[in-house]
């Protein structure tokens, strides 16, 4: 089992791809965040409050829905 490999260097051809695709990613990534920003900026910070309990209550009671299915 070799836990601590040795890295493999890339030729400065591969790490100019690999460059050019992190950053189409993170691109997109700003473009998207931007975006979702842009349509989420009028709800307010009790609504977002809400729909975090909302949503953690219904989590947790479907995974009590499947413990109790699990002992039963």
Not at 39 to 52: F, M, R, Y
Request: include cysteine.
């Amino acid at each position: 089992m070799k836990w601590f490999r040795k890295r493999k260097t890339l030729s400065p051809e591969q790490e100019n791809v690999a460059r050019k695709i992190a950053e189409g990613i993170l691109s997109r990534q700003r473009i998207l965040a931007d975006y979702l920003n842009q349509k989420t900026s009028g709800i307010s910070a009790c609504c977002w409050l809400c729909l975090l309990s909302g949503f953690c209550l219904l989590c947790g009671s479907y995974l009590l829905y499947l413990l109790a299915q699990v002992f039963n």
